[in-house]
């Protein structure tokens, strides 16, 4: 059989690529670099460079080992791999300049083979810093943006592709139509089928467990739900044992839902831990995200051994993890691959368990859209697999910590830029002096997030909102998110915060408040609030600082913003504040990327 290889530079959405690729009948692999030529493997029908963290300007920068000019192949180069093609054609990248991150949109050539039939204009996304400068020779350019010459090109023999932009992503809106058009010029045949990957999952859970115990955290979300039934299927319900950790971290009302959700569907083999005191004593005095990520997973390996301690004889087990693709990448699955932020399924304690084959993780290299259809086949009911996703480490990532009650020096020191960009809008803003996490250009950032805001106190449509957003972030190398006030912002104030028993229980209760009052609101996937370790002085109070977060996705790799009707923010904004203490309610207006989708 005929296959596609997806060299990996270790891009954020390179087995996005693969599973995309497979979805359109041609098998896949994702390849290293190193050592890899098309010209000695027969059976190779066509090559994709992925995206990556690096930039083709750096001395040991990751490259290719084969003249793509001699491949005998069709070369698809995506983001770093489009610029890394360019460059081994001939032509030149340059780092600066023109910075794009999330929706673009692109004029396109539609005598390329790619773009034929597409229309002249498409709305992709974007996530690059580098861009091309100077064509290779013999090339033309097939797409353009506004800021952008070289949004895409191809060789003289329509042979060879260069995508500044990614068609893998849900929010390219004619990506997978770019990625059919390439396979017709690499097969003529496309017998992939993953029908049975249902049968493929229960037969190695099968072979894996080999009689062993299988010991489950169950934390009610979608992924661990799946992933228990998958188990059940495999080895039936005596060899399953479920522990639900109540870590304090939860969302309201959280684990009595989960056994009550459990229980209707016939299992009660659960246990549940109370563990609030031992989670929120050991984030005491604790304000790195990253710090705050590895505590929680170790927290959580801690309860394994204390259970697996409880359980009678000498057991052998295997501990059993609703991890997905995008906690692997996001945690730096491959030598590649920038670490966006530490999963608690991938901290050290779980590494070295990994190591010594004590881990099973069914959903592993499946996104969240490919769960939620896997879930559908198992015959778990809507309500359980359609709830909002919520992240391992609960709210204690969203809850930010400061140690200090003044930001450092230098953060708003592109204050006047920004207003000089909001200015034009008829918007005013400012930079919040806290930090949240991004990725930009398939690397970590940790920037500050704007605050814009109308002068007369209007709203100022999502359209202007979405296009600030996009601008501040381009432009701005201190910033990686924007974020919408209602009302101007004054004497805001970074405050010493830790994550506490207080400040969880109120964003619970704000939390519980804005997804009843956003029931109806069907198209949001997910809707983090987020408690900030600032203050803003309004009549002589210090106020605290909330954001919330409602976004658009499928897959949890890219997330667009949801445009929330103007009553229904009204009321929503109104319904948060009234139990915020006299805070106030940020809305956030950026996607993914340049922002993660939790703020750390």
Request: glycine fraction near 8%; charge should be negative; include cysteine.
């Amino acid at each position: 059989m005929n296959q596609i290889v997806i060299l990996d530079f270790g891009g954020q959405y390179a087995h996005l690529i693969a599973t995309r690729i497979r979805s359109l009948g041609v098998y896949t692999e994702i390849r290293a670099p190193e050592g890899f030529d098309p010209r000695q493997e027969p059976r190779v029908a066509g090559v994709i460079l992925s995206g990556g963290p690096h930039s083709v300007a750096e001395q040991d920068h990751p490259t290719i080992d084969f003249d793509p000019a001699a491949a005998g192949v069709p070369i698809l180069g995506l983001c770093y791999g489009h610029q890394l093609l360019a460059q081994r054609l001939g032509g030149l990248v340059e780092a600066g300049g023109t910075r794009e991150f999330g929706s673009a949109t692109v004029r396109c050539e539609e005598s390329s083979p790619l773009f034929a039939n597409l229309g002249e204009a498409m709305r992709v996304w974007m996530s690059h810093g580098d861009h091309v400068s100077k064509l290779p020779p013999g090339c033309r350019i097939i797409a353009s943006t506004e800021d952008l010459p070289v949004a895409a090109f191809e060789t003289s023999d329509q042979r060879m592709f260069g995508l500044q932009f990614h068609p893998e992503v849900t929010h390219t809106e004619k990506g997978m139509e770019i990625l059919d058009r390439f396979l017709s010029l690499c097969v003529s045949e496309r017998p992939w089928n993953a029908g049975l990957y249902h049968r493929t999952i229960v037969d190695s859970i099968r072979t894996t467990a080999n009689g062993k115990e299988l010991f489950l955290f169950l934390s009610g979300g979608v992924d661990s739900l799946v992933t228990l039934e998958l188990c059940l299927e495999a080895v039936g319900p005596t060899r399953v044992r479920s522990v639900h950790v109540d870590t304090g971290l939860m969302r309201e009302g959280e684990s009595s839902e989960v056994v009550a959700h459990l229980a209707k569907l016939g299992y009660d083999r659960i246990d549940v831990v109370h563990a609030e005191e031992a989670f929120l004593s050991s984030l005491s005095g604790v304000h790195d995200p990253e710090e705050k990520r590895r505590i929680i997973g170790k927290r959580f390996v801690t309860i394994i051994q204390q259970e697996l301690a409880r359980m009678p004889g000498q057991i052998d087990w295997l501990l059993v993890q609703g991890t997905i693709y995008p906690d692997r990448i996001e945690s730096g699955a491959t030598s590649k691959s920038a670490r966006i932020k530490t999963h608690h399924n991938r901290v050290a304690e779980i590494e070295r368990l990994i190591e010594q084959g004590r881990v099973l993780e069914p959903l592993k290299d499946l996104y969240k859209d490919e769960v939620r259809l896997l879930g559908r086949e198992l015959g778990l009911p809507p309500a359980l697999l359609d709830r909002h996703p919520f992240p391992g480490p609960g709210l204690g990532v969203r809850i930010l910590a400061s140690p200090v009650d003044r930001p450092e020096d230098g953060y708003d020191r592109e204050i006047g830029k920004l207003r000089e960009l909001l200015g034009r809008q008829g918007l005013d803003g400012a930079i919040l002096p806290v930090r949240s996490v991004g990725v930009q250009g398939d690397s970590r950032s940790y920037l500050h997030p704007v605050a814009v805001w109308t002068r007369d106190g209007t709203f100022p449509g999502w359209d202007v909102l979405l296009t600030v957003a996009r601008q501040v972030v381009n432009d701005l190398s201190t910033v990686n998110r924007g974020v919408y006030s209602r009302g101007p912002l004054k004497n805001i104030a970074l405050v010493r915060e830790d994550v506490n028993r207080d400040r969880a229980d109120r964003l619970r209760r704000i939390d519980a408040i804005a997804r009843e009052r956003t029931d109806h609101l069907t198209e949001i996937w997910q809707m983090p609030v987020i408690s900030l370790p600032a203050r803003v002085n309004q009549d002589n109070a210090k106020c605290p600082l909330y954001v919330v977060r409602p976004i658009v996705s499928r897959d949890a790799m890219t997330a667009d913003v949801f445009r929330m009707p103007e009553n229904d923010l009204a009321v929503l904004l109104d319904a948060m504040e009234a139990v915020s203490g006299r805070g106030t309610i940020l809305y956030d207006v950026t996607s993914k990327p340049p922002a993660t989708i939790e703020w750390e």
